[in-house]
C-alpha cells in the first residue's frame, strides 16, 4: 500500500537537536534543511570539507548558530564519540540521528583486485559504521531520556543487481540491523527504524562507479531509463515516521509515487509450538530488565571515559 505524504505530522521540531552523518550534500543535505525549516538544530558529520559551508550557510540564513560542522569518519568510533559529543556542548544534547553517510566505491566487487582495504571500505562505511554511530547516538539519547534514530537504507535492501553486489550486501545490513532494535524502547526510549529506502535518487552519489577498471557498467543504460524518486518523497519518509511515535524497526521503500511501507517477515508456523511460544513469553519478561542492566554498565563506562579524557 502506498502511504498518503504527511511530513505535516511533524510541523515543529522547536528546541530539538539532530545529528546528521552524511549531512553535507544529497539526501543527508535535504534533510537538514528540513530539520532546519522545522525549527531543529543540527550537527553535520562528514568527511567532505563541503560540511563547513552547509552549516555556515545555515548559521547565515538564520541570523544565528543553528548548525555545526565536524569532519567525521563513521567507521571510526573516535570520529562518531566526538560528533556526538560535540552536539552535546553547542547545543545541550541529542533528540534525532540521521545516519546517512554511505559509499558506492566498489559496489560492484565480485571481479574487482584482491584488495582487502578496497574490499572493506564500503561495509565498514555503510554497514558497520551505521552500526557504530547508531550505539553512540543511543548513549547519548538514553542520558537525554529517549530520541529518534533514522537509518538510511536503499532499496538495494531488498532488491539486487550483480553492479552493487557489496553495495546491495551492505544495506541489507542496515535493515537487518534496524529489525533487530524493536525492543529499544521498552529499554531507553529510543526508536531506531529505517524510514527511507529510496530506489533511484537524482544526486552524484553513484557517478563515480559507472565504470569498473576504465569499462562503462552496462547496468546504468538501464538505470538512465528507471524513473527517479522526487527528494520531497524521502523527505516524507524521514517526517512521517519521526512524527509517528508508534513507529520501531520500520522499512519504508521510497518510490517515484511515493512511499510504501514493506511488512514484517513473520516466523513460519513450524517455528511456533507450545513449548516455544512459551519460551518466548518467558524470555520476553526477562529480556527488558537485563538490556537495561547493560544499558546502565555501557553508559558508565562512556561517562568514565568522558571524564578520564577531560583531565587529560
Known amino acids: 500500500m502506498t502511504l498518503q505524504s504527511s511530513s505535516t505530522q511533524v510541523t515543529s521540531l522547536e528546541g530539538k537537536v539532530a545529528v546528521v552523518t552524511g549531512g553535507s550534500s544529497g539526501i543527508g543535505n535535504a534533510v537538514c534543511g528540513e530539520l532546519i525549516k522545522r525549527g531543529a538544530k543540527i550537527v553535520i558529520g562528514d568527511i567532505s570539507d563541503r560540511g563547513h559551508e552547509v552549516a555556515a550557510g545555515y548559521n547565515r540564513e538564520a541570523g544565528k548558530k543553528v548548525a555545526a560542522f565536524l569532519y567525521t569518519d563513521v567507521s571510526k568510533y573516535d570520529d ?15 533528540d534525532i540521528a540521521i545516519l546517512n553517510a554511505g559509499t558506492c566505491e566498489n559496489a560492484d566487487s565480485i571481479f574487482t583486485p584482491l584488495d582487502d582495504e578496497l574490499e572493506e571500505r564500503i561495509f565498514n562505511v555503510n554497514a558497520i559504521g551505521m552500526i557504530k554511530s547508531s550505539k553512540v547516538a543511543i548513549l547519548h539519547m538514553a542520558k537525554r531520556g529517549g530520541g529518534s ?10 532488491y539486487s543487481a550483480p553492479a552493487l553486489i557489496a ?3 551492505t544495506k541489507h545490513a542496515v535493515l537487518g540491523y534496524v529489525k533487530s532494535c524493536t525492543f529499544l524502547p521498552e529499554v531507553c526510549n529510543v526508536r531506531c527504524y529505517t524510514s527511507v529506502c529510496p530506489s533511484f535518487v537524482d544526486t552524484k552519489f553513484m557517478d563515480n562507479v559507472k565504470t569498473v577498471d576504465g569499462v562503462p557498467d552496462p547496468f546504468y543504460d538501464f538505470v538512465d531509463k528507471v524513473p527517479t524518486v522526487p ?3 524521502i523527505i516524507d ?76
Not at 562518531?80 to 541529542?94: I, R, T, Y
Not at 512459551?278 to 561517562?303: F, V, W
Open 231 to 233: 527528494m520531497t518523497v
Open 149 to 158: 534514530i533514522v537509518c538510511t537504507s536503499s532499496a538495494a535492501g531488498l
Open 167 to 169: 553495495y546491495a550486501a
Open 237 to 312: 519518509g524521514v517526517f512521517r515516521y519521526l512524527g509517528d511515535n508508534s513507529a520501531n524497526g520500520e522499512t519504508v521503500m521510497a518510490f517515484p509515487i511515493g512511499i510504501e511501507a514493506v511488512k514484517a517477515t513473520e516466523w513460519h508456523r513450524s517455528l511456533l509450538t507450545d513449548d516455544s511460544l512459551k519460551a518466548q513469553d518467558i524470555y520476553l519478561k526477562k529480556a527488558i530488565p537485563h538490556y537495561k542492566q547493560q544499558l546502565s554498565r555501557a553508559l558508565g563506562r562512556y561517562e568514565k571515559e568522558q571524564k578520564e579524557r577531560s583531565i587529560k
Open 80 to 94: 562518531n564519540k566526538a560528533l556526538f559529543q560535540l552536539a552535546d556542548s553547542e547545543f545541550g544534547g541529542v
